[in-house]
């Protein structure tokens, strides 16, 4: 029933680095493009970061220079590393696969930045 796993989060201090993964567990990943959101307290999921199945990406405003996502189809996975991280980076962090063939989305994953 889970199509998406996400792990690599945890807690950090202001400035440091985090590498989130996606693992895809019952579809071929080639043909999906794949993003990150994230979901803050009482906040609604935003986008992060997308890569296109031809490994086009982009990125919203605040994380521009700070992230980059990947991803290694014949590994069926999904990266997003994180550097200088800040406090309103903190948020669960899901990830996402979508198709003509399906829309799939993990349970997600903490991030929080604090000193």
């Known amino acids: 029933q889970v199509q998406l796993v996400e792990s690599g989060g945890g807690l950090v201090q202001p400035g440091g680095s985090l590498r989130l993964s996606c693992s895809a567990t019952?579809?071929?990943?080639?043909?999906?493009?794949m993003s990150w959101y994230r979901q803050a307290p009482e906040k609604g999921r935003e986008l992060v970061a997308s890569?296109?199945?031809?490994?086009?990406?982009e990125y919203a405003t605040p994380v521009k220079g700070r992230f980059g996502i990947s991803r290694d189809d014949a590994k069926k996975t999904v990266a997003l590393q994180m550097h200088n991280l800040k406090p309103e980076d903190t948020a669960v962090y899901y990830c996402?696969?979508?198709?003509?063939?399906?829309?799939?989305w993990g349970r997600g994953t903490q991030v929080t930045v604090s000193s």
């Open positions: 019952l579809f071929t990943l080639k043909t999906y493009d």
């Open positions: 996402k696969a979508q198709s003509p063939y399906g829309l799939y």
């Open positions: 890569i296109t199945s031809g490994g086009e990406t």
